[in-house]
């Protein structure tokens, strides 16, 4: 049986944000660390005296300052940085994630873990919630083969 163990936590010296240890990092490595972020590294170190953390504006305010509402097909495309697949990519807390996915933890709360963001209009840049389902991969790919947007030729 697992034991969750709680993660250290500290204050940033530049912003006052609480912050966590990353999983990944030794603790040796943790007890050096005062900043929670690389963005506020780079302002304790250049010695700006502004305090505005990038955080300031709500994630759901950052995800509709980049899209492009199509009256036509009803998609919210997205204006920002993209996947080397076309998906809309958005950075959350120094993560890149899919924007597809924040916007849905946005809007109706954490998704499960194994389950997909899958598009019923399949604009990989749509970020719509009305067009945004929650489905396992075979969903996924069953949803790719009944609008025929598959490329191999499964009756055989």
Same mark, same amino acid.
């Given at each position: 049986?697992?034991?969750?163990?709680?993660?250290?936590?500290?204050?940033?010296?530049?912003?006052?944000?609480?912050?966590? *240890?990353?999983?990944?990092?030794?603790?040796?490595?943790? %007890? +050096? =660390?005062?900043?929670? &972020?690389? $963005?506020?590294?780079?302002?304790?170190?250049?010695?700006?005296?502004?305090?505005?953390?990038?955080?300031?504006?709500?994630?759901?305010?950052?995800?509709?300052?980049?899209?492009?509402?199509?009256?036509?097909?009803?998609?919210?495309?997205?204006?920002?940085?993209?996947?080397?697949?076309?998906?809309? *990519?958005?950075?959350?807390?120094?993560?890149?994630?899919? %924007? +597809? =996915?924040?916007?849905? &933890?946005? $809007?109706?709360?954490?998704?499960?873990?194994?389950?997909?963001?899958?598009?019923?209009?399949?604009?990989?840049?749509?970020?719509?919630?009305?067009?945004?389902?929650?489905?396992?991969?075979?969903?996924?790919?069953?949803?790719?083969?009944?609008?025929?947007?598959?490329?191999?030729?499964?009756?055989?």
């Amino acid at each position: 049986m697992r034991v969750k163990v709680e993660q250290p936590t500290k204050v940033c010296k530049y912003c006052n944000k609480v912050f966590t *240890k990353d999983v990944d990092l030794s603790y040796k490595l943790w %007890a +050096s =660390r005062f900043l929670c &972020s690389k $963005i506020c590294r780079t302002n304790y170190l250049t010695g700006r005296t502004h305090k505005i953390h990038k955080l300031s504006i709500s994630v759901y305010d950052r995800l509709m300052k980049y899209i492009d509402k199509n009256n036509s097909t009803g998609c919210w495309e997205w204006l920002g940085a993209l996947s080397s697949r076309g998906y809309a *990519k958005i950075n959350v807390r120094d993560n890149n994630k899919l %924007a +597809s =996915r924040v916007m849905w &933890s946005e $809007i109706n709360g954490k998704i499960p873990e194994g389950l997909f963001v899958c598009h019923s209009c399949d604009n990989p840049k749509c970020i719509n919630p009305n067009h945004l389902w929650l489905g396992t991969a075979y969903d996924n790919v069953m949803d790719m083969y009944k609008k025929g947007r598959h490329k191999i030729n499964v009756n055989r």
